[in-house]
């Protein structure tokens, strides 16, 4: 059993995708035209789908999880490719973590001087 139905959440995006299309053709034009600007001959498909995998994870975005896992493996990733993809997304968030970190410690900072 899967935490999630992700081939029918998939479906729903694509079908709520459709709808805003509709709705807002400008909006689904530009995001196709930057989906588009993407693609290049530097990177083959796999990769830029791990690669869109690792930051849907980061940016915490579940429709783009479901439509990039399934583009990935039809790319021809294997899980370990995925897992390997989001180690790095797990990486990175640890990382910014780390740098907001001192952020928030420089904000403490002035909070104290402020105070004086």
């Known amino acids: 059993m899967h935490m999630h139905d992700w ?4 479906e729903q995006i ?11 053709p400008d909006t689904v034009k530009g995001y196709k035209t930057l989906h588009q600007a993407a693609e290049t001959n530097h990177l083959d ?3 830029r789908e791990l690669i869109a ?3 849907a994870v980061t940016t915490r ?3 783009c999880i479901a439509v990039h896992t399934a583009a990935a493996r039809k790319q021809g990733a294997t899980k370990e490719e995925v897992a390997a993809a989001l180690g790095v ?3 990175m968030n640890a ?3 780390l740098a ?6 420089d904000a403490f900072d002035a909070a104290g001087e402020a105070a004086k």
């Open 45 to 47: 498909g796999k990769t």
């Open 89 to 91: 997304a797990v990486a």
């Open 7 to 10: 081939n029918t959440y998939r």
């Open 100 to 105: 907001y970190s001192t952020r928030a410690l």
């Open 14 to 24: 694509l079908e709520g995708v459709g709808e805003l299309a509709r709705l807002s």
């Open 61 to 63: 975005c579940d429709g």
């Open 95 to 97: 990382g910014a973590a």
């Open 53 to 55: 995998l690792a930051v």
